[in-house]
């Protein structure tokens, strides 16, 4: 069974910096494609980066890009989130997701496997 575990969450001021983590378990994730998304209060999820865990394809949703760092490591079946510069904005539910397409989609029902999610909160 395909678990996913996220960590890292937290409260911190903008400018600041947090990495979150994606423990996964229960299967092997060479072939699958790795997501992180996020929802705030009120709002709809919304995708934020993803990995194509085998080729290492990523890609980022535009209003973090040069911010986030989306990266995995491979001896600890982990996916991280780097985050720098948070803004009051980014402040969410940060949810891990596992899709066995392999394939990058921004679509949350591409993804089969979620996290419990992790809160992360900006503050001004």
């Known amino acids: 069974q395909v678990q996913l575990v996220e960590s890292g969450g937290g409260s911190v001021q903008a400018g600041d910096s947090l990495t979150l983590s994606c423990a996964a378990s229960?299967?092997?994730?060479?072939?699958?494609?790795m997501g992180w998304f996020r929802q705030a209060p009120g709002k709809e999820r919304e995708f934020v980066a993803a990995m194509e865990w085998s080729s290492g394809r990523i890609y980022y949703r535009d209003s973090v890009k040069g911010r986030f760092t989306i990266s995995r490591d491979n001896a600890k079946n982990t996916v991280y989130l780097q985050m720098s510069s948070l803004k009051p904005e980014d402040t969410a539910v940060y949810y891990c997701?596992?899709?066995?397409?392999?394939?990058?989609?921004?679509?949350?029902?591409?993804?089969?496997?979620w996290g419990q999610g992790t809160q992360v909160t900006v503050s001004s």
């Open positions: 997701a596992a899709a066995r397409s392999g394939i990058i989609s921004t679509s949350t029902g591409v993804y089969q496997h």
């Open positions: 229960g299967s092997t994730f060479s072939s699958y494609a």
